[in-house]
């Protein structure tokens, strides 16, 4: 998701937000075979309850070192890296086709960034920290093909805003999805209007179930998404 000013002039450069890395691509989710619930499962013993699996305990420990952190703004460099490392483990456990799993659709609070500045663009620079505070970044898709990205924040701590993208998604192999985006649409206070223009971005699922999401973009930045609940 350039010098930063009070003034929302459209005179003025706004920051993009974005929240993965972007590439070009043509392919169209409704061209893609989407036998979704024979695609998303979870592993069972023969007495017939949930058994307990490694990724459990590996989803707890990467959500142990993310939440809390401001997106990963306040993590060190060897502490990335120990993300990093879990996320790695993480990925062993991914179903074959995640796009196709039916879990991908929900609200999703994006938690964490190996690029911390890259979810809400230039209002999560350090320079856009000094003037907006983050309340929420906040990844919604619906089906069938739907993915609205919003970030909260404040401005000097008393001025309410938020900016929001709404795309269409497509898929692209059995990880990748790409979504086209409409112009960002900014709110501040009672002023509320566009800029910009479209953007396409693209992001690998390498894992899921049904407490986060785990996503690479096309730079190689990891994102980590948390279900709302």
């Not at 269409?168 to 800029?195: C, S, T």
Request: hydrophobic letters at 35%.
């Amino acid at each position: 998701m350039a010098a930063c000013s009070l003034t929302l002039s459209s005179s003025l450069p706004q920051p993009k937000p974005s929240f993965f890395g972007s590439k070009p691509s043509h392919l169209s989710l409704h061209s893609t075979s989407f036998a979704l619930k024979s695609h998303c499962f979870r592993v069972y013993s023969s007495s017939g309850s949930i058994s307990s699996r490694p990724a459990d305990d590996l989803v707890a420990s990467l959500l142990s070192k993310v939440i809390q952190t401001d997106g990963g703004v306040s993590l060190t460099t060897k502490q990335h890296q120990k993300v990093a490392q879990v996320a790695n483990e993480l990925n062993k456990y991914c179903i074959d086709e995640p796009v196709k799993c039916p879990l991908i659709f929900g609200d999703w609070d994006v938690v964490y960034c190996s690029n911390p500045t890259s979810p809400g663009g230039g209002y999560r620079s350090a320079l856009g920290r000094l003037f907006f505070k983050t309340k929420d970044m906040v990844q919604a898709v619906e089906a069938p093909d739907s993915v609205r990205n919003k970030v909260s924040f404040s401005v000097f701590g008393f001025l309410d805003g938020e900016v929001s993208l709404k795309g269409q998604l497509k898929v692209l192999d059995h990880q990748w999805i790409q979504v086209i985006f409409e112009p960002p649409e900014l709110r501040v206070g009672a002023m509320n209007f566009r800029y910009g223009g479209e953007s396409e971005v693209k992001l690998q699922i390498t894992y899921i179930d049904e407490k986060i999401r785990l996503g690479k973009g096309s730079r190689g930045s990891l994102f980590v998404f948390r279900r709302r609940h």
